[in-house]
């Protein structure tokens, strides 16, 4: 099984650090960033297989976040989160270039499945 | 003898001269006037005028009127009474002022002020009653014609005070729907948050004691569970909350729906029956909100019938009755089942927001479809009959949502 590297970037601290423990328990790489300007800096120094951004952050906003990053990485894959299941968020994400609007709750163990493929590109 | 004579003629002339001015005068008035003799109770004498409102010549009306029941006979008989009465306080030495209608012969009717006062002799006694009566029907006519305008006006100022008030309270409630969205749209979205924290943090409890005999499985099988629900309540929370206008489809209705009732588990025992009565033709909807209302409705229904209706052995037997219809003014998918049905006092009260009988329901799923159907131009129909099923119909109008309500 292929792990990954990841990064979350939340401010909802709580969500943050449960997901990445629980990602980490699954043998993944986590790092975390609870603002946007955080993130963007954590992304610029380290190679990620991928990135989750929450789309409500203080400041610099989700959608802006995932817009530098890809600016600085083109490659990046970026995923949002969001609690909303409304569609027009999710057309912000995705015209930004996110590769998949995540809807929180989201299950773990899929999540952690889908990162042990991500890094082949599927 | 000469000069005598001379005289009468004179004097004659000069009645006969007065009598054509009064007679004149009455004509131009259109005043009529009659003496009667009490005594023997006839028609002494009747001016044209007089004679005419009663459709008569004066000879005529003086042979007539001379016999009692003919006499009445020329007043309309919803007025009859009241003139015997008026007739009776004549002849009992009081004056009269009264109003009513004659019947003509030919069945005319003329509206008539009647005014006459007895003459009584030394005795007292009453022997003549001098009588005279104006066609007032014009100003009779005029005021009927009045009195009925009011009364539609009246009945249009009600009817349009009903109007409004109905409008009013569709305002409210849109209002009140309106309000109670916003407020619960934010508290849902905001709930999602630490729901996705217990979420993870379960999984990572779940991962660390797995193998470790903690006996901790059941617990955490109850907390995933209970976010399920939790979330599935957050979900219909935001359902409800949703107002960013339709995405219009246009689609023919009946596969349509087959595709989503595919989709949709329909519990054991449960038959699903179908009558497709339209022409195929394509209505325009939102597809995503409409399954919404079908699902919410079918869910209803299949609860209703898997918690109500088992035979003896516990197990259920319903039958789910999926109808489309649709014919010149509306479109209706029509959902029935054979469940308890709603009892007659829950009955109003099923679209109240945050009205439920259910220990876990947010009171919201039915006000959710209304809220759809309404954005569609439509709207819904509950009928049940208590023990014997719930009959929902959800309807749109002839070619579904016009290109007005939707929002690109």
Request: net charge negative; hydrophobic share 40%.
């Amino acid at each position: 099984m292929t792990t990954s590297k990841l990064l979350i970037i939340d401010d909802d601290r709580d969500f943050a650090e449960g997901l990445a423990e629980f990602l980490e328990l699954c043998g993944h790489d986590v790092d975390i960033a609870f603002t946007g300007e955080g993130g963007i800096e954590a992304a610029g120094k380290d190679a990620y297989d991928a990135i989750l951004i929450d789309i409500g952050l203080p400041g610099v906003n989700g959608v802006e976040c995932l817009r530098e990053i890809r600016q600085s990485d083109p490659k990046a894959r970026c995923f949002m989160l969001t609690g909303y299941s409304a569609d027009h968020i999710a057309k912000l994400g995705l015209e930004a270039g996110a590769a998949e609007i995540l809807t929180k709750p989201i299950d773990p163990e899929a999540l952690s499945r889908r990162f042990c493929t991500v890094k082949n590109g599927i | 003898m000469e000069t005598d004579i001379t005289e009468h003629k004179e004097a004659e002339k000069r009645l006969r001269n007065s009598e054509e001015r009064l007679r004149q005068a009455t004509q131009l008035a259109r005043i009529g006037y009659y003496v009667w003799d009490a005594i023997e109770d006839r028609c002494l004498f009747c001016s044209d005028e007089h004679a005419r409102i009663h459709g008569l010549s004066p000879d005529e009306y003086i042979a007539r009127a001379s016999v009692l029941d003919a006499a009445f006979s020329l007043t309309h008989p919803d007025d009859r009474d009241a003139v015997k009465g008026a007739m009776k306080d004549l002849r009992s030495g009081k004056p009269i002022d009264i109003e009513y209608r004659t019947i003509t012969p030919s069945g005319e009717s003329y509206y008539v002020r009647e005014i006459a006062e007895p003459v009584f002799d030394e005795t007292g006694r009453v022997v003549q009653e001098i009588g005279a009566s104006q066609d007032v029907t014009e100003r009779a006519s005029a005021e009927q014609e009045v009195r009925e305008l009011n009364e539609h006006l009246e009945q249009r100022i009600e009817e349009r005070t009903a109007e409004l008030r109905s409008m009013q309270e569709t305002l409210l409630r849109k209002e009140r729907l309106a309000v109670l969205g916003q407020l619960t749209g934010t508290v849902a979205h905001e709930l999602r948050n630490p729901l996705g924290a217990i979420a993870t943090s379960v999984s990572v409890i779940r991962h660390k004691c797995a193998g470790t005999k903690l006996g901790l499985e059941r617990a955490l099988d109850r907390v995933g569970r209970s976010i399920n629900r939790c979330d599935n309540i957050i979900t219909e929370l935001l359902d409800f909350a949703r107002a960013k206008g339709l995405q219009a489809t246009t689609a023919a209705l009946d596969p349509w729906l087959s595709d989503v009732l595919k989709e949709q588990h329909i519990p054991d025992g449960i038959t699903v029956k179908w009558s497709v009565q339209t022409n195929g033709a394509a209505v325009s909807f939102d597809p995503d909100e409409l399954r919404r209302a079908v699902i919410n409705v079918v869910e209803n229904a299949c609860q209703a019938m898997t918690e109500g209706v088992r035979g003896n052995d516990g197990t259920v037997a319903g039958e789910l009755t999926i109808a489309i219809r649709a014919n010149g003014t509306r479109v209706e998918i029509e959902i029935a089942d054979t469940g308890p049905g709603i009892p007659a006092d829950v009955l109003p009260r099923v679209l109240e927001p945050l009205f439920s009988t259910k220990s876990f329901g947010t009171g919201l799923g039915l006000p959710t479809v209304q809220r759809i159907m309404e954005e569609h131009g439509g709207g819904l129909e509950i009928n049940s009959d208590e023990g014997r099923g719930a009959r929902i119909t959800l309807w749109l109008p002839p070619d579904g949502i016009n290109e007005k309500r939707a929002v690109a």
